[in-house]
């Protein structure tokens, strides 16, 4: 997973790799070439008292180092533009990704672990990549031109490095090893985590008035420990490698001046040579070590790239046509529509047919569950129909451009939700060029007028994140508002009327009149007031249409709306 996702988002970045290559093999070459210079001076300056030699080799060094630290900076400046740049794309990718999801993917797979992928799992292989490009690529020029070079200052004594060498990847191989299976666990419990936070924040009142702190700050302390275990053994995993590279160094360290010891004595060998041998030894060790410190990055950024693939993979099921057909009528029809939500055994809607012409209102009635909002989502394709059709303008939705279906219908959710902002910038979502009178003359109709000018700046009030700021009433009446602003074909309103009262909604229902007088209207609603003068009046039970007609002919003919008539006017004379 974690190569097809490279390679997808790095093809681009061919130039710059090959740049980083080419800086670190410049600077890898320096670093290596130093301890050889050193050993010379030792050699042929300081043994032989020649100070002329050790001020020239000396400069030599010098100048090489400071080559070496200008390669290295330059690396590390085009190491962190590509990392970046690649996450950013990543990123972009999902983001885009995302957005064109219908509410069945993201039900799949939940919004806060597509927080987390989108976030934590693309930082995670982004990082993998900065290391790489910092590391990986210094890793194996600096071994093999640490072995090289080592075998040039004396080749009996470089026979350790095939006792040192394995000495150290077999342990460390194995603590990588363990490690593996703690970096899923890692990011699964990060999913967790985000999960449980993300409802005790959104639902802290409901907490708070069941009294239900103590619980929720268990539940959350749970999956925190859980976390925090999972990340511990990782890290105590992880702190045995530092002391396993150490140890290995030192003792080999100890058994190079050793044999080296005798090899001088007896001449075999000078002691600037052993110097840069110890020198070569410590690189060719940090080089393995850094080798494999990316092995233990690479499995935890494989996790997470696969979890990234799995989102960029998933296809929306809401899709737009190969070939888009023009609108050839006007209104709104469903066709026998059935719906099935994706493993739920019964269908939520069953053969609905009804056909509204514009200028005509649609009621939708019956009692929780019976997917009144379901039927409303099918039409702008918030979900695709399991069985027959919807038609807008004439034309199957799913044949329409989704720009243009969208385009014709004003929705308003059944829990509206406002973006943090302003009124205005609020209003304008729906058609960001209305001008401020436009605005006005639909909060006029949705009868917001009032409230709106209370607030101490108007149009331009500030709304929190999901309008948190006022009242339910008042969230959605600017929701009505938005969607009056767009001008649309066809006025979906799920239950936009409920947190009216009855003489708001009275109010409402006739400024609205004039402004639907060539528009669809569908209206979900729970008081019979409210929807008794609509053309047509559905009545829905558990999916199935059981009544379709005007108020008059239902009362005759339909039980269950005559049921629902009787209730309510059994509440009236009760109140
Ligand atoms: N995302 C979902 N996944 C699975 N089942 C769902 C989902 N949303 C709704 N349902 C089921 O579909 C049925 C109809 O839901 P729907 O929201 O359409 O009802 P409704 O008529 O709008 O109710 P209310 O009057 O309470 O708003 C319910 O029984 C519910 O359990
Ligand atoms: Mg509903």
Redesign the pocket.
């Known amino acids: 997973m974690l190569i097809p996702l490279l390679r997808s988002h790095l093809g681009r970045y061919r130039k710059p790799i090959a740049a980083v290559i080419a800086l670190q093999f410049v600077q890898t070459m320096c670093t290596l070439f130093l301890p050889t210079i050193n050993a010379e001076i030792i050699d042929n300056g300081i043994l032989k008292g020649n100070t002329h030699y050790i001020w020239t080799h000396g400069a030599l060094m010098l100048a090489i180092t400071f080559l070496q630290v200008v390669f290295a900076v330059w690396a590390v400046y085009y190491s962190a533009r590509l990392a970046m740049g690649f996450g950013r794309d990543v990123r972009s990718g999902l983001f885009h990704r995302v957005t064109s999801f219908s509410?069945q993917e993201v039900?799949h797979f939940g919004s806060p672990s597509l927080i987390t992928r989108i976030t934590n799992d693309v930082q995670q292989v982004q990082m993998l990549v900065l290391m790489s490009c910092t590391l990986l690529v210094a890793a194996p020029i600096m071994a093999v031109g640490g072995v090289t070079m080592a075998l040039r200052q004396d080749i009996a004594l470089s026979g350790l490095l095939i006792f040192v060498i394995p000495a150290l990847v077999i342990p460390i191989g194995f603590v990588v090893y363990r490690m593996v299976p703690q970096f899923r666990t890692i990011q699964d419990r990060i999913d967790v985590v985000n999960r449980v936070l993300r409802e005790q924040i959104t639902g802290i009142r409901v907490v708070r008035a069941f009294i239900r702190e103590p619980e929720e700050a268990k539940r959350f302390e749970d999956v925190n420990t859980e976390l925090t275990a999972a990340s511990l053994r990782a890290g105590h995993l992880m702190a045995l490698m530092f002391p396993i590279v150490m140890v290995v160094l030192n003792v080999s360290s100890v058994a190079a001046i050793w044999m080296g010891a005798d090899r001088i004595a007896s001449g075999d060998m000078q002691i600037g040579s052993l110097i840069a041998f110890l020198t070569y030894l410590t690189q060719i060790i940090m080089a393995v070590m850094m080798a494999t410190f990316m092995a233990i990055m690479i499995p935890r950024a494989a996790v997470c790239a696969e979890r990234i693939k799995e989102v960029l993979d998933t296809p929306s099921t809401v899709v737009a046509p190969d070939t888009v057909v023009a609108p050839t009528g006007r209104g709104l029809e469903l066709r026998h529509v059935g719906f099935h939500?994706?493993?739920?055994a019964a269908p939520?809607l069953d053969d609905v047919s009804f056909t509204v012409e514009p200028g005509q209102t649609l009621a939708v009635i019956?009692?929780?569950?019976?997917?009144?909002?379901?039927?409303l989502?099918v039409i702008p394709r918030l979900f695709d129909v399991t069985a027959g059709s919807v038609l807008v303008d004439g034309v199957d939705v799913r044949e329409l451009d989704p720009e243009v279906l969208w385009g014709r219908i004003g929705l308003v959710p059944?829990k509206p939700y406002l973006f943090s902002g302003t009124v205005a910038s609020n209003l304008r979502y729906a058609d960001p060029e209305a001008t401020d009178d436009d605005l006005w003359e639909a909060l006029e109709i949705a009868q917001a007028t009032d409230f709106v000018r209370a607030m101490p700046e108007g149009l331009d009030s500030p709304i929190t994140q999901g309008g948190a700021n006022v009242s339910g009433g008042q969230r959605q009446r600017l929701a009505i508002a938005r969607a009056l602003v767009r001008k649309p074909g066809i006025f979906l309103f799920?239950?936009s009327f409920s947190a009216l009262d009855l003489a708001t909604d009275a109010r409402l229902r006739a400024a609205l009149a004039p402004h639907t007088r060539d528009v669809v209207t569908v209206i979900?609603a729970?008081r019979v007031s409210t929807i008794s003068t609509a053309h047509q009046i559905l009545v829905?039970e558990d999916?199935k249409a059981v009544g379709l007609g005007t108020h008059e002919d239902l009362l005759e003919h339909c039980p269950t709306y005559i049921e629902i008539v009787a209730s309510q006017h059994a509440e009236e004379a009760v109140a």
């Open positions: 509410a039900n939500y994706p493993g739920a939520v019956g009692s929780t569950g019976s997917g009144k909002t379901t039927l989502g059944q799920d239950d979900v729970q829905l999916g």
